[in-house]
């Protein structure tokens, strides 16, 4: 591997701190290769300088059947607000992501007391299937990184059998998906050193700056006929 030159690519008045990345998982197995696959990013983020943390689902409730200051709520906003990139891996279940994996994702909203946990971040997604590959979780979380306005990176990773893929240790193997998760967190080290000291111009939008926050809550409270 090589590591990133962040000459290349950040911003002149970059704050030079390592770059903080939040990694979410979507599965409360015991052994979830989905959380494995986590923790081989966790590793290649540390590798290139990363402060990377592993966000625990365990305990998070379903949305709305808890306040937002349940204990795993709370943590799980404030790892939000404290990254400046994500990385969301999945399992395919019927399809389609998983549920514990949307409601992490539901949990945060689109602006938070005037800050806004995910606008204008980063985020790689990837996926884990017990079958023949497939790609409908990752085309899932794409469209949920846009609509949380996130700067999702081209590259992605769909782990075919992953139970064939991780050694007793719980290590990934050498092979053509190991070397697709080191691409991904290359690509997504790039961007987040590229994006957070510019992320304030890339999401300053004229339809915001138009509208007073009165304007918006008429707007969309109003009555449907």
Not at 104 to 128: C, E, F, H
Not at 150 to 156: F, R, Y
């Amino acid at each position: 591997m090589q590591p990133v030159d962040p000459g290349l690519y950040a911003a002149s008045d970059d704050p030079g701190h390592a770059p903080r990345i939040l990694l979410l998982y979507g599965s409360l197995r015991a052994r979830s290769f989905s959380r494995l696959v986590a923790e081989e990013a966790q590793r290649l983020l540390a590798w290139h300088g990363c402060e990377a943390r592993l966000f625990d689902p365990r305990g998070l409730p379903l949305v709305d059947a808890e306040p937002v200051d349940h204990p795993k709520v709370r943590e799980l906003r404030e790892a939000a607000m404290w990254s400046e990139g994500m990385i969301w891996v999945s399992p395919e279940r019927h399809g389609a992501m998983t549920g514990i994996m949307k409601t992490q994702i539901d949990w945060l909203p689109l602006s938070l007391g005037g800050v806004r946990p995910t606008q204008g971040k980063t985020l790689a997604v990837m996926q884990v299937c017990g079958g023949s590959q497939s790609f409908n979780a990752v085309n899932q979380l794409r469209i949920l990184g846009r609509w949380m306005r996130m700067v999702t990176i081209p590259n992605q990773s769909s782990v075919a059998r992953a139970f064939a893929e991780f050694g007793e240790d719980d290590r990934m193997k050498p092979s053509s998906y190991y070397n697709r998760i080191v691409d991904v967190v290359e690509e997504l080290v790039k961007f987040t050193w590229m994006v957070r000291g510019r992320a304030g111009p890339l999401v300053d939008r004229y339809s915001e700056r138009v509208e007073t926050t009165a304007q918006t809550s008429a707007r969309v409270n109003q009555r449907s006929i």
